[in-house]
């Protein structure tokens, strides 16, 4: 029996068994590798040396080439993939150079070799222009500052993480907020006109599943424009203001997602939201603070795709969110990521009795902070092949490794985690 | 009568509430009660707040409130400390900072914050802190005790070149290293040959001080 991609996510995600567990490498920023990581495995398996290039500046990851597609039996693809196969449809970025000032038009599709300071040739896109210091590199998205990459280090750290630019940090009344560029958020017609025709080309020439993100993030980008632990502090000691913060933003995230689901609802299976509500050891905030600011509002989000298109909605949040996920169910959730099964509370075996049947888990396949970077070959193996014993059965359930594959993941262990996925997946479970 | 009012700031932290802490504590000032006992009364608020925390009752969030509340009133204490004259007892001496490489420091603020809520003095190096700014502060502080915060598994191999520093500038035996962050385990931590390993801000502070006490009876050995 032969089984396309496209049909085999599906029927995982209608809690179905397909012929094997779905694979996923690459199709979303937090399903995928980093350069460092995706160069050191290429080279381990013999594949062509070639640059590798960034779709993700801040994490540094790599688009995935179709010969590693291949070989491990991905079946879903992002709709912005700048490798084959890919869409034939650039999109055009005008903005004023910070090297030399002059007014620079390039597509998202052109790229430049830059020697990473992790020791890898990488082609980063040429809307992104990278400045040396003494310590790291700084590097401008389209004329605006955009993060910061020490000489020894792996990642690009966003602004608020340096300390250089939290927007909001100052503001103390309702009345402050008009000052901020609110609209700046908001999605141009013709990005969103280029998605669709990328969508349609892809669904078309393709048979792989496809995947679009973030189609609104709100609890993170308010952090990030607050300051991550006042925002924090925000949602309780000063609510009136924080109720403002959230309804500025919200009102241009509902019209951003309203805005992609018109362009890919007849092409796109599954539509990305993110924000990590999680850490080590607990949620962040309580699910009484969840439902007080949040609840309501993904709701909207969520009946936005639900009325307008059959795709299936994926929510990302990293760390130990395990008291959310019934409200992520409530509010017509389909699909949670990472299941970051190392933090407390994200037991697999209770993850999947109590929710198992009405959400899919998209990750959950291996521990990547202990397991995946230390462990031999053979511990991933088995390690692997228990988590798949417990997340496959009844479907409802898509390998991908917990979060980004990192720098250091020994290239053995990468191979054995996908090969493993391959050939235990395969329904019935044994 | 006296009494009530250093309960009521421990239970008006201990259950967030801002705006009745700092009414607390400036008629705490205004009945004349002395830094130290107004200090001593916030710390057993923040350790209700620890435990409930531990509890799983308290979020992240709720640390960071404890901490802005714990902030905001030392900012009203502090010129009446330095007014007054008096010494605040110091638990022992901290210096602490994010390791080379990483920039992450939201869990080190919070340890640094419940560290001074009881009673210690911190030193904070900030972020990406290379093995020589770690010696260079050990010789110009000389801390009890050195902490290092890493978040990443390619980050925390700098904690060993750390420990490996202080032990070349035979600064080693001098301080109590505790290691912390998301990757880092007990058994990382005995590999490098830290003294501790703390979970998180709220068992740091008990460790802190357990390792205080090893290091003053090691120092009084030695006489």
């Known amino acids: 029996m032969f089984m396309r991609p496209r049909e085999r996510v599906i029927l995982a995600l209608k809690h179905e068994e397909p012929d094997r567990v779905p694979i996923d490498l690459g199709a979303t920023s937090v399903t995928g590798i980093h350069a460092r990581a995706y160069h050191d495995l290429r080279k381990y398996l013999g594949l062509s040396e070639k640059s590798i290039k960034i779709i ?15 070989l491990f039996h991905v079946d879903v693809v992002n709709v912005n993939r700048v490798l084959e196969p890919m869409a034939p449809h650039p999109y055009i970025y005008r903005f004023a150079s910070v090297v030399d000032g002059s007014l620079k038009e390039v597509s998202d599709r052109e790229f430049y070799v830059w020697r990473a300071p992790y020791g890898v040739d990488v082609e980063m896109p040429k809307y992104i222009e990278i400045v040396e210091e003494t310590d790291g590199f700084i590097a401008y998205i389209r004329g605006k500052l955009f993060g910061k990459i020490p000489r020894n280090g792996y990642y690009f750290w966003g602004l608020d993480r340096w300390k250089q630019l939290i ?3 100052n503001v103390k009344t309702v009345d402050d907020l008009k000052k901020f560029d609110w609209d700046s958020y908001r999605v141009p017609d013709d990005y969103v006109d280029v998605l669709g025709r990328r969508a349609g080309y892809l669904y078309k020439n393709t048979d792989y599943a496809l995947y679009f993100g973030w189609a609104a993030v709100l609890h993170e980008t308010i952090q990030s424009l607050r300051g991550w632990d006042r ?8 609510r009136s203001l924080a109720e403002a913060i959230i309804d500025n933003l919200f009102e241009v995230l509902k019209y ?10 007849d092409f796109v299976q599954v539509i990305g939201f993110g924000d990590d509500f999680g850490t080590e050891e607990g949620p962040q905030i309580s699910v009484q603070t969840f439902r007080e600011f949040y609840k309501h509002r993904y709701e909207e989000l969520f009946n936005i795709v639900k009325k307008r298109s059959k795709a299936y909605i994926f929510f990302h949040s990293c760390g130990s969110v395990y008291p959310f996920i019934k409200e992520f169910i409530d509010i017509g959730l389909d699909i949670i990521n990472p299941v970051q099964i190392s933090a407390r509370g994200m037991d697999p075996e209770k993850l999947k009795k109590e929710f198992g049947e009405q959400i899919t888990f998209w990750g959950g396949g291996v521990d990547t902070q202990h397991v995946l970077p230390l462990a031999k070959p053979d511990e991933v193996i088995e390690h692997v092949k228990k988590l798949i ?6 479907g409802g359930y898509v390998y991908a490794s917990v979060h980004n594959i990192q720098p250091g993941v020994p290239p053995q262990n990468i191979v054995a985690m996908f090969k493993t996925a391959y050939e235990y997946g395969k329904y019935p479970i044994r | 009568m006296s009494l009530d009012v250093l309960s009521s700031i421990k239970d008006s932290l201990a259950n967030l509430d801002m705006d009745k802490t700092i009414d607390f504590v400036k008629k705490a000032v205004e009945l004349g009660f002395k830094p130290i006992d107004i200090i001593n009364a916030l710390a057993d608020g923040m350790r209700v707040v620890g435990d409930r925390y531990e509890r799983g009752e308290y ?4 640390l960071i409130v404890a901490s802005e509340i714990f902030k905001e009133v030392m900012s009203i204490l502090e010129p009446l400390i330095t007014r007054v004259g008096e010494v605040v007892r110091s638990f022992g001496r901290v210096v602490i900072g994010t390791v080379e490489g990483d920039v992450h420091d939201i869990g080190k603020n919070l340890v640094i914050t419940m560290l001074r809520a009881n009673g210690f003095e911190v030193i904070d190096l900030g972020v990406d802190v290379p093995p020589k700014r770690f010696v260079e502060a050990v010789k110009q502080y000389k801390p009890d005790i050195v902490g290092m915060s890493a978040l990443l598994t390619s980050t925390m191999v700098n904690m ?16 109590k290293v505790i290691v912390g962050g998301a990757p880092i385990t007990e058994k990382f931590a005995r590999e490098i040959g830290a003294d501790a390993y703390g979970e998180n801000a709220v068992t740091a502070i008990e460790i802190c001080k357990k390792l205080v006490e090893e290091l003053k009876r090691a120092k009084q050995k030695h006489f």
């Open chain 1, 56 to 70: 993700d500046v801040e994490q540094e990851l790599a688009e995935v080439d179709r010969d590693v597609l291949e």
């Open chain 1, 167 to 169: 927007p909001l940090a």
């Open chain 1, 231 to 238: 925002w924090l502090s925000d949602l309780r000691v000063r």
């Open chain 1, 256 to 265: 951003n997602v309203e805005k992609y689901v018109d362009a890919l609802k």
């Open chain 1, 389 to 394: 014993k417990i997340f496959a059965p009844g």
């Open chain 2, 59 to 62: 979020f992240v969030s709720d």
């Open chain 2, 160 to 175: 060993k070149r750390v420990i490996e520093a202080l032990e070349k500038e035979g600064l080693r035996n001098s301080v």
